[in-house]
């Protein structure tokens, strides 16, 4: 029986597994560019829809095209890139957005089935995430498999987020700054929860992480829309842009300065050890 012998100069394996986590650390940024995102979900689907000439089916199969090249980027990739991940929330937001539209207003399907149907839809992807994993740690994303039911279950997030806000904003008929303010204190209240009353960290930003859906559609909407229906009338073209801009800055920020990557990079004897 041969033992093997541990060499001082290599980091454990485990900091190995955390270093090459293709998701980045959940600071500041992370929540600020994910409702950027959402918003530019919002607006950008409405506005390929009314201008790109293609209709809802056929903006749906370019931008999931779209969609699809850029995740084969990132699974090829053997780290997280700031530049290619934020691209695909980017793209997976207007999809979301899409899929939840084309049920509604294609099909027909009432905004309190597909709200249901996306719940469970996130609720299997959850179960067998775990099943299979053992875990639902963003901070373990470290395997093909784990990544491919991260990005199915960011999907179904981003889908549920906009026909459960749909569902929201329709039935109580909420003003868009209303409906916003009502989504950032659900948001709020959830890191209270976790922060003083203990929910699990895991649970904590997953059910925000829904929950910034409708908070970025609500804002998105109310720049967007006219005046004359609770909005400021900035338009889809300048909301995307301006947000999209916003959002560029920030991940060229953080793919210089890896702030968002921080918290892994850090001598292997003190990788933590309770993080979610």
């Known amino acids: 029986m041969t033992h093997e012998i541990s060499d001082?100069?290599?980091?454990?394996?485990?900091?190995?597994?955390?270093?090459?986590?293709?998701?980045?650390?959940?600071?500041?940024?992370?929540?600020?560019?994910?409702?950027?995102?959402?918003?530019?979900?919002?607006?950008?689907?409405?506005?390929?829809?009314?201008?790109?000439?293609?209709g809802?089916?056929?903006?749906?199969?370019?931008?999931?095209?779209?969609?699809?090249?850029?995740?084969?980027?990132?699974?090829?990739?053997?780290?997280?890139?700031?530049?290619v991940y934020w691209l695909a929330v980017a793209?997976?937001?207007?999809?979301?957005?899409?899929?939840?539209?084309?049920?509604?207003?294609?099909m027909g399907v009432p905004l309190e089935v597909s709200t249901t149907v996306f719940a469970l839809a996130l609720a299997v992807v959850f179960v067998v995430w775990y099943r299979r994993e053992g875990t639902l740690s963003i901070h373990r994303v470290d395997t093909t498999s784990r990544e491919s039911f991260y990005w199915l279950a960011v999907l179904f997030t981003f889908a549920l987020g906009t026909a459960a806000g749909d569902l929201v904003s329709e039935r109580m008929d909420l003003g868009y700054w209303f409906a916003a303010l009502l989504f950032a204190l659900a948001i709020a209240a959830v890191a209270v929860a976790h922060r003083a009353l203990g929910l699990d960290a895991v649970w904590s930003f997953w059910i925000a992480y829904v929950l910034t859906r409708p908070l970025g559609a609500s804002i998105g909407d109310y720049l967007s829309q006219p005046t004359g229906d609770g909005g400021l009338g900035l338009g889809t073209i300048i909301t995307s842009a301006l947000f999209l801009t916003v959002i560029l800055a920030l991940v060229s920020h953080l793919a210089t300065t890896r702030k968002d990557t921080a918290a892994r990079e850090v001598p292997p004897g003190r990788q933590g050890a309770g993080r979610p």
């Open 91 to 106: 793209l997976i937001s207007v999809v979301g957005t899409l899929i939840s539209d084309n049920l509604t207003d294609n």
């Open 56 to 83: 809802l089916t056929g903006v749906s199969l370019l931008m999931s095209g779209l969609l699809a090249v850029v995740l084969v980027v990132q699974f090829r990739t053997r780290a997280y890139r700031a530049g």
């Open 8 to 54: 001082p100069t290599k980091p454990p394996k485990t900091a190995l597994r955390a270093r090459w986590n293709k998701v980045p650390d959940v600071t500041v940024y992370f929540w600020i560019i994910k409702v950027l995102c959402t918003t530019v979900g919002e607006t950008a689907a409405d506005l390929l829809d009314q201008n790109a000439g293609l």
